[in-house]
């Protein structure tokens, strides 16, 4: 028997010529039938541009387009981009798409696109163009920071069928009412502002870590940062499903979860809870072995959290902070939430409660502003913290952020020297830090790993180690000593 099931969404739509760039509002019907075998098969109807109510149209789907379909995917960017893509990829499989192999051509092939950097947006359009090149007929679905950004450049690039912006990312179905390739490729975004649906996804990566959303969006608006404009307002899954994403994710055999988000500690937006209640249901969720925080905003990083996680059942004494500068007054000019008074007492919090703990640290050399005083300045306060590695990023200019309006801008050769000098301090205190570990007894989780290569896998406080290829080793979190460093890997050997 046929249930019939009715789903309303709402969207804007927007077309690729500019004349025609402004929302119709429409409101999507979409009528689903379970049928034979479990088919989603969604025949719907001939209404075209039928008006239903004021600025209301009846748009049908029909799912039977995707029967027996391949898909490719590529993203670009953050982990957040690549559970996003999971996602993309287990609706597809839903409606009947299965993943090409490699290979082999796709009908459909979907880009995730990234935009924090100028060079981001640049990988975009590469990696879009060689996509379209390697799969003439596919249907290209073109998604991410860089389409919500840009929709127009990437419409604009010949061979793309679809651009979806962030409110659609998640609904990919939905938009695809045919598989052949179109003259013109179709638009539709939502204003930035308007953005405020949630879909949490989750994704294994190399099918060994899993990355959880739990957040998205961010209201900051840091002066060099265009992530507010691509991903729209802060917002976050409840606890309630999040916590039923890692029961899922224990369902597949995961032993590890990432929290991943935009400003995870800013969890608790749309839901009303915080992120501590958050990390504390997680706790409890057996079969998860351990969780680690992906990267959380300092003013964000209470003390009461660091004091969780010392005391937690599963959460890894691993912590990933973004200072981005080592200045007040840079911070400043950033628009920061915090001076280095603050950061220096989260990093001297963590490592009073947890000693072995591991702590990467962000950092952006050359923005506007940056002058020479300032930078040996950051350099000095970045030296007198206890951190185990940084993660150094170049400044580029974002149009439409507020940090054009600094006068003062850093030329590309004094931006290479600074991140050199940051590159070569982070090296010097990770061997310090791994050094710091060999002899110990820790817990590592060792990934998959192609036959016959050197398998690799984490401590709880994140030193890489390595080891023989062994295929009983794959996905289990065992006790091994951390033995000699490995120049060649830049990381520990692992000793049994
Ligand atoms: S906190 Fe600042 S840098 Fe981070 S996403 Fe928000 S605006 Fe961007």
Redesign the pocket.
Known sequence: MCTLRLILCKSNIYKPNPKENRPINARFFVFLWPCLNNYLICRVIVFSQLQFRQNTILIMIDQSIFQNKTASYYTLGCKLNFAETSAIGRQLLQAGVTRARKGQKADICVINTCSVTELADKKGRQAIRKVIQENSDAFVVVTGCYAQLKPEDVAAIEGVDLVLGAEQKLDVVKYIDDLHKKDKSEVVTSKTHRIRSFVPSVSADDRTRYFLKVQDG?D???SF?T??FARGRSRNGSIEDLVKQAHQVVEEGGKEIVLTG??IGDFGHTTKENFIDLLKALDEVEGIERYRISSI?PNLLTDEIIDFVASSKRFAPHFHM?LQAGSDAVLKLMKRKYDTALFRHKVEKIKKALPHAFIGVDVIVGVRGETDTYFEESLEFIRSIDFSQLHVFTYSERPGTQALQIDYAVDPKTKHARSKALLDLSDERLRQFYASQQGETRKVLFEHTKRGQRMHGFTENYVKLYADYDPLLINRILDVKVGAYDEDEMAMNAEF
């Open positions: 961010c900051y608006f840091c940062c992530i507010p935009v400003n905003e973004p």
